[in-house]
């Protein structure tokens, strides 16, 4: 009989301190509360630190993104590719034609045409980047994130969305942009 | 409002005596508002209890952020969202089962809430049917739903379905006795089984300060609503209670193979039970429509108010029980039931007694 009562006074006790429990976290909600909302909030980006000199080191592997208007179509980055993800196609300016300075105040004399990348075949290993001579392919935040902040939601509904394209220009704006500047002076005509 | 006053005024209208058609008008006009307040009972308590939920485990819950429509603010819409769902869903009947018994039982089972909430008294008017046997009628029409619950688990032919029935029906059957045994002591205490006679015999205040309510009667009255509450929250199948369809050893018990609209019959009569097991709590124990403060917001608007107050109240403790509590073992639940339960609501019927005989 007491055993009994002992286990009624038991079983009741402990369990008001389980229903306080759960009431405490109700009445704490506001307070903090493990949901995302992931649309609305994001994940802190993680800003990561190797343990080598890291400027030097492009590791982030988040995205690749490329300045267009630093590339000089060297190909380099295509060449290193172990999956083939990257498409370019250059046009050669003619002589006369000015396709202006990198920022490494290089001459551009290829136009490119196409620069493809497929994100969905690349696989982040980063061997595009340390070829290119303008730096201009890099993987964006971490060292880089001066130049592109880190950006690693992008996913999409439909595949051919993840082939970004860097360059897409048409036959005629190729066309436009290599034509040769008429010449200063009319003395030309007159020969024809 | 109940049947028989509606019938009586078609009769001083029209002139002549009961017809059928009297009789059918005046049951669809108190039937209607019954069932919306199910229904509406059912769409509250889910996103009620999806909130509760999510905040006892520090949770958010459904919400509804961001561009476009989603479940609106704070999710409000997340019910009807899922009961449009469930009406689009595809109607599966295993083609095993016993075709009849299966479409048949979810309505056996929404059967038994809907025809026991005709006898509970919103206030002091707002009743379907004023019977004298109330409390009576209440229980055995709660306990009527189990007949369901087994066409369900035997029709499905389902090993998961027939256990889930069966337990069902061992514990709906056995936590009877006790709830049963507790109101009796009440009812012994008010000498009525009338629902209104019990809540008038309520009103009024002891000690001058708390609502005359039975809970606050005696200690006994006290114990017994707490044996009356723990085992309705088992007459309903919910956590810690919830063998019957317990997830983790049975799938969904009794409603495995139901899908769509069916299965959604059996998620509206799990709440419509709730409201029924906890309106007789307080039609029995907490004075239906009296006020908790005696004398002030008395009348009969507030008495449909302080009501639904209390069944939702109650209702939540439910739904903080079901969040905190783990599921009892099936020897567990019948030792709570027959070695804990049946002997205190035993003493409550002598001690009741005792008391009314003594103090008065």
Redesign the interface.
Known sequence: MKR?LVN?WESVST?LI??G???R??RR?RK????L?Y??ETWPRPERLIGFDHQHYNVIRSRLHVDIDDCIGCLKCERACPVSCIKIETVKAPKEVDLGLTSHDTKKRLLVKRFDIDMSECMYCNLCTYPCPEECIYMTGGPNSHKHPIDYEFSEYDRNNLIYRFAALSDEEVEQRLRVPAPPVTNEASHD | MTVDQIIRWFQSLSGSGEQAWMFLAAVVITGLPLFLVLATNAIVAVYVERKVSAFMQDRIGPMGQGAGFHAGKWGLLQTVADALKLLLKEDVIPSAADRKLFVLAPYIIFLAPFLAIAAIPFNQVLQVSDLNIGVFYVLAMGSFGVIGLILAGWASDNKWSLYGAMRSAAQIVSYEIPAGLSIIAVVMLVGSLNLQQIIEFQTGTRWGFLPNWVVFHNPFSFLAFFIYFISSVAEVNRTPFDIPEAESELVAGFHTEYSGMRWALFFLSEYANMLIVTAVAVIVFLGGWTSPIPGLFATAGWGLFWFLFKIGILILVMMWFRWTFPRLRVDQLMHVCWKVFIPLAMLNIFGVGVWALGVG
């Open positions: 009994w009624i369990l389980g229903m429990i759960t009431w976290h109700l909600i903090g509360n493990v949901t909302q649309p609305e």
